[in-house]
């Protein structure tokens, strides 16, 4: 019951490119990002390092607004 594209702590997509063979090549959106450490210690050992986070439970929805804001 592990699949690699839902974020384990809320069971919704997690947009991981990792775990959709289109987007492996690119870089996830969690690399750009800062997650505290608290909310992956929150996770079950055995979940950890397995699925990615969605960004909302990863608590980055701030932090990808503002990398995605157009350059202009
Ligand atoms: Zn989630």
Redesign the pocket.
Known sequence: MNKPDL?P??G?R?DCTLANPKTAGQACWCYGVDIEPSVLQALPAELRDKSC??P??ARVDDQLRANSRPVA
């Open positions: 974020c702590a809320c919704g997690n986070l969605c909302r439970c």
